[in-house]
Nanobody, 122 residues
Framework: VQLQASGGGLVQAGESLRLSCAAS???????VGWFRQAPGKEREGVSC????????YYVDDTKGRFTISRDKAKNTAYLQMDSLKPEDTAVYFC?????????????????WGQGTLVTVSS
């Protein structure tokens, strides 16, 4: 199971980024989550899309700004991040989640991708 996250970068507050999570060697037919870890903080769940794409979840401070999606033809999941804030600065990780239902608990991660750094300047 290999996940490749990309799309991070340095932006100013209010700008947008789209993160991608591409799966290789397997079909991304899993519940997929995005997590982030800011310096000195624990890794936290940010957003999740369930296996059948019927349900999505967002942590409170990203609701209305972030959108998770999946393109099955491209075997890739995305996190569209709009109206970025300095407090969104973190390394972002995508992951497959054990089971069908979303979870923001890193203990329920089946496989991690490598992180991509998002830096939002004020």
């Amino acid at each position: 199971v290999q996940l490749q996250a990309s799309g991070g970068g340095l932006v100013q507050a209010g700008e947008s980024l789209r993160l991608s999570c591409a799966a290789s060697r397997f079909t991304l037919d899993y519940t997929v989550g995005w997590f982030r870890q800011a310096p000195g903080k624990e890794r936290e769940g940010v957003s999740c899309i369930e296996k059948d794409d019927s349900t999505t979840y967002y942590v409170d401070d990203t609701k209305g700004r972030f959108t998770i999606s999946r393109d099955k033809a491209k075997n890739t999941a995305y996190l569209q991040m709009d109206s970025l804030k300095p407090e969104d600065t973190a390394v972002y990780f995508c992951a497959t989640i054990k089971g069908t239902y979303c979870s923001g608990d890193p203990h329920f991660v089946y496989s991690w991708g490598q992180g991509t750094l998002v830096t939002v300047s004020s």
